[in-house]
């Protein structure tokens, strides 16, 4: 089993910025088997969406969206992946999930609340 919580959000007014982290832990052949981690948010009454995945070797993925505005890097020596986030806007208000991915699971965290101010 993995374990995947993040942290990092809060009230921010438009224009600002947040870090968010998200730290897999658990058994040393699931963490090793993990290929990607990502953010996803959620907004009241929307769809859960993609903001960003990164994979082990770095490779990025971005919502058109957020792309110029946010940046996901990770640590993979700390199982742990960010996400930078600039210039935010009032309709990036939402709950952001963290997931770590295998071939075989996915495995979600509780997520953090961001909210953006006008």
């Known amino acids: 089993q993995v374990q995947v919580v993040e942290s990092g959000g809060g009230l921010v007014q438009a224009g600002g910025s947040l870090r968010l982290s998200c730290a897999a832990s658990?058994?040393?052949?699931?963490?090793?088997?993990?290929?990607?981690m990502g953010w996803y948010r959620q907004a009241p009454g929307k769809q859960r969406e993609l903001v960003a995945t990164i994979t082990r070797g770095s490779t990025t993925n971005y919502a058109d969206s957020v792309k110029g505005r946010f940046t996901i890097s990770r640590d993979n020596a700390r199982n742990t992946v960010y996400l930078e986030m600039n210039s935010l806007k009032p309709e990036d208000t939402a709950l952001y999930y963290c997931?770590?991915?295998?071939?075989?699971?996915?495995?979600w965290g509780q997520g953090t609340q961001v909210t953006v101010s006008s």
């Open positions: 997931n770590a991915r295998s071939y075989t699971y996915t495995y």
């Open positions: 658990g058994s040393i052949s699931r963490l090793s088997s993990i290929n990607a």
